[in-house]
């Protein structure tokens, strides 16, 4: 029937206009933002960080460059520390992300075998300089451990029981202690063996 899409609109619009000032609880509302703000899932990811144990110093990341590697846009840029001989470091000297061009896939935080880069929750992150201020170094990146438990607390108690039961596994058991052995005396009468000699 001509117009059945329209008047198919209407009452779309009717239901929703019902529920909003009939039923408020069911109705649909604009969130007043930024006084209000939806709570955002658990799983909601934006742009990543790094996680640090304690302090700074303490970053998980060991510069293994594995999330460097699988990022499908390249906007992770990681050079290992090297000590004053030029041996390279477990730990990254630069670890940059280029927010501008990341596609917020969450690649980095599933190919991670330390648990040192997540995706955050963060999404207020407007800058006026998209080709500077985009680019992020690794100190503004650091976050501790403690936020990843606040904003995901499911995935935080999962991680740490796998992280708990491999640490468990990984610990060298102590050697049984064995039973002291006395040496033998031997015989000492000659009810318990001994051959009296023929005299």
């Keep these: 029937m001509f117009g059945w899409g329209v008047l198919k609109g209407m009452l779309v ?70 000590d004053a001989e030029g041996r390279v470091q477990k730990k990254p000297a630069v670890f940059d992300i280029d927010y501008a061009i990341c596609m917020n896939c969450g690649l980095c935080e599933e190919v991670c075998p330390f648990d040192s880069i997540f995706m955050d929750h963060e999404y207020e992150i407007s800058k006026y300089n998209r080709a500077e201020d985009l680019m992020v170094r690794k100190e503004a990146l650091l976050k501790p451990w403690e936020y990843f438990a606040k904003i995901r607390p499911h995935d935080f108690e999962r991680i740490e029981a796998k992280r708990a039961a491999k640490s468990a596994k990984a610990k060298p058991v102590a050697p049984a202690e064995k039973p002291s052995q006395k040496p033998d005396a031997g015989p000492t009468s000659p009810q318990q063996g001994s051959v009296p000699k023929n005299g």
């Design 13 to 82: 619009t009717l239901w929703n206009f019902l529920l909003t000032y009939l039923w408020p609880k069911k109705g649909i509302f604009t969130v007043q933002y930024p006084e209000k703000k939806l709570p955002l899932a658990q799983r909601y990811r934006n742009f990543p960080f790094l996680v640090y144990d304690g302090t700074p110093h303490m970053i998980r990341c060991v510069a293994c460059k594995i999330c460097e590697s699988e990022c499908p846009p390249k906007c992770i840029y990681i050079i290992p520390e090297k």
